[in-house]
């Protein structure tokens, strides 16, 4: 990784989470179990990619970063609950993640259900003191994230992953499970930082476009990694997409041509900026070429 990349997401990174723990109940607060499972999971480090994609979406279109971040921690409460509750044995059972045993393996199955759920709430807690915008109103916002994470998107492709665990699916059945799965919060955290900043309506839509493409793309290097890399490395369990049948791209489409597709992909997001200025776009397609050469 160069080391310009290394200061930026070093430098934003120290930002994005000093905000979470000033809007996170302290670890004392009563029920404290609970506040520290939440606390345990999502200070577990982390890559904070849905924050760090808000606010760079939110610069590009000329907004102050003090305005996108409490919007950027509510879209990491909203990833993390997603990955407490997709780690508990009724959905895909795992062990490790972030580095650290999941949230059942610490805390129990009961507290790890209700660490999601409060996190899940706490995200719209923080979002609706949120400051709107003139094109923008409060309602805009909060759609934007509940939608990314209802059960048309997030949840309608965690449901059809579990459906179709086993089964023989199509291209384009993988594609619904990874624009729900990924892709749909991914490009919500580009476009709630792009509302936060009042951005016209020409660079929401190129936003659009940049994070559904960086979003599947996004996926396929994840799908590629969990081959390629350790269970050290990854920071969660590896190989594991292979032994439980998993519904990936290398296992649909084939290893070499799913490192093509993410790069296919993030060419056509990286296209989809067109709509800004050089020095706009700069961080955004820094972003984009980092998540492609990730290692982790
Ligand atoms: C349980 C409602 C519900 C949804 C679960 C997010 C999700 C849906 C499942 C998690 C497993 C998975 C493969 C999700 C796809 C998105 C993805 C690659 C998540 C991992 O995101 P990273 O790499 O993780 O940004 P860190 O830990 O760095 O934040």
């Known amino acids: 990784m160069d080391s310009k990349i290394t200061a930026y997401l070093t430098q934003k990174i120290r930002v994005i989470n000093k905000t979470l723990e000033a809007l996170l109940p302290k670890a004392s607060t009563k029920p404290p179990t609970l506040h520290r499972a939440m606390r345990y999971s999502l200070f577990a480090g982390g890559k904070r990619i849905r924050p760090l994609l808000c606010l760079a979406a939110c610069e590009a279109c000329g907004g102050k970063e003090s305005e996108a971040l409490p919007t950027a921690a509510a879209l990491e409460c ?6 407490i509750h997709d780690d508990l044995p009724c959905m895909d059972d795992d062990d490790f993640r972030r580095g650290r045993p999941t949230a059942h393996k610490a805390f129990g199955e009961g507290i790890a259900v209700l660490a999601g759920d409060a996190l899940l709430t706490l995200a719209f807690e923080i979002l609706a003191q949120v400051r709107p915008t003139r094109r923008y109103p409060l309602s805009a916002l909060l759609f934007e994230l509940a939608h990314a994470a209802g059960s048309h998107k997030l949840i309608a492709g965690q449901v059809a992953d579990l459906e179709g665990e086993g089964q023989k699916l199509s291209r384009s059945e993988l594609r619904f499970i990874h624009r729900g799965k990924t892709a749909a919060l991914i490009t919500a955290s580009l476009r709630s930082g ?3 900043a009042n951005a016209s309506p020409a660079k929401l839509k190129a936003l659009t476009t940049f994070g559904e493409n960086l979003g599947l793309a996004f996926q396929i290097v994840d799908d590629i990694l969990d081959i390629t890399q350790t269970r050290e490395q990854l ?7 292979l032994d439980a049948q998993k519904l990936t791209y290398p296992a649909v489409i084939g290893f070499e ?3 093509h597709e993410a790069a296919r992909l993030t060419r ?5 900026l067109a709509a800004f200025k050089q020095k ?3 961080t955004l397609e820094m972003l984009a070429r980092f998540l492609l050469c990730r290692q982790s």
């Open 78 to 83: 909203i990833h993390t609950y997603s990955l």
């Open 235 to 241: 920071g969660k369990s590896a190989g594991k997409d």
């Open 280 to 282: 706009e776009k700069t």
């Open 194 to 196: 792009a509302m936060v």
């Open 268 to 272: 056509a997001a990286l296209k989809a």
């Open 257 to 259: 041509a799913s490192k």
